[in-house]
């Protein structure tokens, strides 16, 4: 068990009135933050703890540190986590207790062993040291383990356990070593905001005024989240995890025993003192506290209920057998807060102001360097250097309400160390059955593509996002936000968006609808996260709104497409009269649209938009209409595969805040006559050349093709990364995209792929494999 420590600096110093920064919460994340944002200048910070510090989940953590996540950003930043503690612990004074053992990942299946290739595949390109170690080896390392249980295990070098206490207490005075304060016994109790936008918080100690304040509340998150007027879509969760007494295997083995997880049996364990420590995620999760968590709840453990866990410690103690006859010494039951999807939520909260969150973080002491170090790079410089959108709060909209978060949070419990495959959708109800290969819906997509190649398709398109910008100034603020060019009345353009470090931020579409009056169309999932880029700088008398729910609509590809809007519109749609890129408000169906001529099939389409009331009287208008045409719906995966042939990128796959526009191509769209956000940092990227290139290759495989994030070799050395790809089904080849070394990106280069631990080769393209120069689209 961790040791508790006394704070030295209690009652001792006076709260300051004024902050640059509050942080809320001294557990492990709230003490990485006070950190990071003292250790990058910012000392004026402070940090408010209502108890002592590690009063919430921290101290009762099982302390493991490991550095596989289904992120590789994220897992990069476990690896950061786990490279500080030497940092912390020099410069505090304060031992972490860091064992760093190695960890393994056994796998008892083919599956879970096809996983772990797939990690290790991720694990080449960012240069994280894991390999591939066989059973009897495993059982060289680890004694306990019974050897045939298991196919593979992969062995990563840099995975361990650590005094989770004493980490957080080093957080914190390493913090104060750089200048920063932390005060204990001095809970927020209110927060209000003043006009200037910042916050003054109430304290038992006195208030005190911050340009910032930062919610590390944890197990309190959603109570802190309160204070400001925000309900956070996160659940403290039950856990469990018991320690045996010492077991003479381990005292006899003579040196540390390596941390491990067992995916199927749903078991981590490593060694605690002479005996063990052993956790698992119950089938069916415990939210702890839905209704709020108490503010009278301190260093306190729940009752525990080894029943809820016996079925997966007999399957451990078969994997374990000696575990089967340790005296079992403590059992712990301690809550600790989980987000919708499992990662944590933090960032500047969308539609505030100054305030920030670093909640939901169910793996503190694997994450907690990593989100300090991003939160101070956010905070300080305006953006974290590296794309931490797998953590961004703004990934959650309205629709994240509390009771869904709890709902969500405890699915999350429940497959933490459950397979998601590649294809897999969730939750439950869908009929195929997940797998790594190509699965049932295979051929259902490729019928859906022909009907779109040959004649005409439609999809709904209600879940991309729509921004709308009213006001003399909307079309001098977009020149400024935007790289691309903006459109003139009833015209499209596609525009990338960038940082000020000329980082992409957002490909765009662009509808002029007249001269103050545009309509942005773009990523659905990054809605919230572009809502507060906008608003962040927003000219007074320029009216914006995040329109996405407030049009929904469809999306008609095909070369028969013409005429099948030609049948349902009294407007000339002709080749002549509405041009590629053209826009209009009209009606379509019989009722309101915009429409825009543009496709992401590469074939002849149209975005027909329409207010949700309409949506169904324009689905039954079009499907009566294209009877005799061959219409026929298709999906997002037939779509995905079209825009393949076509070599172009996606958000969160291809274009995502890890790249410029010149690595991912978007330059192309770049208006350079005008001064832009990130102009200064793309014209360096472009005049010094860039070091990686996005590419588009196909792939020589046998009836298997990549999800993403595999590795790219070049003759075995690892030269970049697969952002995304699959089967392209009118080519009728397997193909992917990806980013490579700039060396290896030329036309006709051949690379290899790794897929399930097998290279395939791949060969380069220089442009689109169909309709190489857009005929078709502009047809
Ligand atoms: C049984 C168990 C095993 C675990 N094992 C592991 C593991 O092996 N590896 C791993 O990485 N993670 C593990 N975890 C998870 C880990 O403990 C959490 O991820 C981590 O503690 C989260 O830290 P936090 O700082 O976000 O929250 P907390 O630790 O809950 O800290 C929040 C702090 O905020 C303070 N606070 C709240 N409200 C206020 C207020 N109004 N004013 C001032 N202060 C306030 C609280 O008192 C508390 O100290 C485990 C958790 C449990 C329960």
Redesign the pocket.
């Known amino acids: 068990m961790p040791t508790i420590q006394i704070d030295a600096t209690k009652g001792a110093k006076k709260l300051p009135t004024h902050a640059k920064v509050v942080v ?7 003490c990485s933050i006070l950190f990071h944002l003292a250790k990058f200048g910012w000392k004026d910070s402070v940090l ?4 002592e ?6 101290w ?6 490991h550095t596989i996540s289904s992120d590789p950003n994220i897992s990069r930043l476990q690896s950061y986590t786990i490279n500080l503690y030497k940092e912390i612990e020099e410069l505090s004074g304060q031992s972490v207790g860091l064992h760093q053992t190695g960890g393994f990942y056994a796998a008892s299946t083919k599956e879970w062993y096809d996983y772990l290739k797939g990690e290790r595949s991720k694990a080449r390109y960012m240069r994280l040291d894991q390999e591939f170690i066989s059973p009897k080896e495993l059982a060289e390392r680890h004694p306990l383990i019974d050897p045939d249980h298991y196919h593979a295990v992969l062995w990563d070098a840099q995975d361990g356990h650590l005094d ?1 206490s004493g980490t957080t207490y080093a957080f914190a005075k390493a913090a104060r070593a750089h200048g920063a304060q932390y005060f204990t016994h ?4 209110a927060m209000t905001q003043r006009p200037d936008g910042s916050w003054d918080i109430v304290t038992p100690k006195g208030s005190i005024n911050a340009e910032h304040v930062v919610n ?5 998150a959603r ?2 989240g309160h204070m400001a007027g925000i309900n956070l879509p996160v659940q403290p969760m039950e ?3 018991l320690i045996t007494e010492p077991m003479d295997e381990v005292v006899n083995f003579g040196q540390q025993l390596p941390h491990g997880i067992d995916f199927e049996a749903n078991v981590y364990c490593r060694q605690e003192g002479q005996g063990m420590l052993l ?1 698992t995620y119950e089938a069916k999760a415990t939210p702890w506290k839905v209704g709020g968590t108490p503010w009278d709840f301190g260093h306190e453990l729940l009752p525990p209920d080894l029943d809820r866990v016996a079925d997966r410690l007999e399957t451990a103690f078969e994997r374990l057998p000696a575990m089967a006859n340790a005296g079992i010494k403590d059992v ?1 039951n ?4 989980f987000g919708p999807d499992g990662n944590p939520l933090i960032g500047p909260v969308p539609g505030m102001h100054n305030y920030w969150v ?2 939901g ?8 360097g990593g989100v300090g170090l991003t939160l101070a790079e956010w905070m300080i410089n305006g953006e974290p250097s590296i794309d931490v959108w797998a953590m961004d709060v703004a990934r959650f909209g309205e629709f994240a309400t509390p009771d869904w978060g709890s709902l969500k949070s405890s699915e999350n419990y429940e497959r933490r160390f459950v397979m998601t495959f590649p294809n897999e959708t969730l939750p439950k109800g869908r009929h195929e059955v997940p797998t790594f290969e190509r699965n049932r819906s295979h051929d259902y997509v490729g019928r859906e593509i022909k009907a779109v190649r040959e004649a005409v398709g439609g999809i709904e398109i209600a879940n991309f996002a729509k921004h709308e910008f009213k006001g003399a100034g909307a079309r001098d603020f977009l020149n400024h936000i935007l790289a691309g060019y903006v459109p003139k009345p009833g015209r499209l353009t596609l525009t990338p968006m960038l940082t000020p470090k000329g980082k992409l931020y957002g490909d765009l579409t662009v509808a002029c609808l007249a001269e103050d009056h545009f309509m942005l169309f773009g990523s659905g999932v990054m809605q919230e996260a572009h809502r507060r880029w906008f608003e962040k700088d927003l000219p007074t008398g320029i009216a914006y709104v995040n329109a996405s729910d407030d049009w929904h609509g469809i999306a008609l590809s095909g070369p028969k497409s013409r005429e099948l809007v030609a049948r349902i519109t009294r407007d000339d749609v002709s080749a002549e009269a509405f041009k590629f890129r053209d826009v209009r408000q009209t009606f379509v169906g019989g009722v309101p649209v915009i429409i825009n001529r543009i496709s992401f099939s590469g074939e002849l389409g149209y975005e027909i938009y329409c207010k949700p009331q309409y949506l169904m009287r324009l689905a039954d208008a079009i499907e009566e209409a294209g009877a005799d045409l061959g219409f026929r719906w298709y999906g997002a995966r037939a779509l995905l595969s079209m825009r393949l042939e076509k070599g172009w990128g996606v958000w969160t796959m291809e274009y995502r805040p890890d790249f410029n526009a010149v690595e991912s191509g978007m330059d192309v769209f770049i208006n350079w006559k005008k001064d832009f956000i990130g102009k200064e940092a793309t014209l360096t990227a472009r005049n010094e050349g860039v070091s990686q290139k996005l590419l588009t290759m196909v792939i020589d495989t046998d009836g298997i093709d990549v999800a993403h994030d595999e590795a790219i070799l070049k003759d075995g050395t690892p030269v970049g990364y697969v952002s995304s790809g699959g089967y392209a089904h009118h080519v009728g080849q397997s193909m992917a995209m990806g980013y490579v070394a700039t060396e290896f990106a030329a036309p006709g280069t051949t690379l290899q792929v790794e897929i399930l631990g097998r290279l395939y080769d791949a060969e380069v393209l220089s442009g689109p494999i169909y309709d190489a120069n857009g005929v078709y689209m502009r047809s």
């Open positions: 809320v919460g001294g557990g492990v994340v709230g408010l703890e209502r108890d510090l590690t009063s919430g989940s921290s009762h953590a099982a302390g493991g540190i989770p001095c809970g927020a109790t590390c509340g944890g197990l309190w109570e802190v856990h469990h995890y956790g712990i301690g809550p600790f807060t670093a909640v973080v169910m793996a503190g002491f694997c994450q907690g």
